[in-house]
């Protein structure tokens, strides 16, 4: 299941008020129409971009996914294996994959994602600045979508976005 819709307004809509004056990159959020309302209510954005990466794709990529549950590192068994199997390449400790990630469990989460997501793209669809990629391979999607954030996006020093981080 997912956060409610109020807790997810309460936590992210004073974040982004102290982040006024500059750019800002959700990932994630929001999720449902009811977040992306209550962010319209307060914000005007720029653009909206939606990743479509085929069922199967996102399958192999999440069911492959380890994580070490202490630090929080993750591992891919397809492109970023620990050095030894199952096993924390800085501790040792066992790896853990998530019941979420189990392919079982993935497509029903995939599926209920896909249910909620839709009235949000339709949302930012009428309002012209969804812009949407398709593809399987970051390093061919990529370019397209840091082309679009370039424009969008005005440059501001690295120590001045650090220094209004909690």
């Known amino acids: 299941m997912l956060v409610p819709d109020h807790v997810m ?3 992210m809509l004073p974040r982004l008020e102290q982040l006024s004056g500059y750019s800002w990159l959700l990932d994630g959020f929001p999720r449902t129409l009811a977040q992306a309302l209550a962010l319209n209510n307060l914000y005007q954005l720029d ?10 794709t996102l399958r192999e990529r999440l069911s492959d996914r380890w994580i070490h549950p202490p630090s929080g590192r ?3 068994m397809g492109f ?28 029903a989460r ?7 997501a839709k ?19 970051t390093d061919r999607i ?3 979508i840091n082309s679009l954030l370039s424009t969008k996006m005005h440059p501001q020093p690295l120590d001045a976005c650090q220094s209004r981080t909690p």
């Open 80 to 107: 970023n294996q620990p050095r030894v199997q199952g096993k924390d390449d800085i501790t040792g400790e066992p790896l853990i994959q998530h019941d979420d990630d189990k392919p079982e469990a993935l497509m």
């Open 9 to 11: 307004t309460r936590l």
């Open 110 to 116: 995939l599926r209920h994602y896909k249910d909620v």
């Open 119 to 137: 009235p949000v793209i339709d949302l930012y669809k009428s309002q012209g600045i969804l812009h949407s990629f398709s593809g399987t391979e």
């Open 74 to 76: 993750v591992y891919n």
């Open 47 to 56: 653009l909206v971009i939606s990743l479509n990466i085929p069922y199967e």
């Open 142 to 144: 990529w370019p397209y």
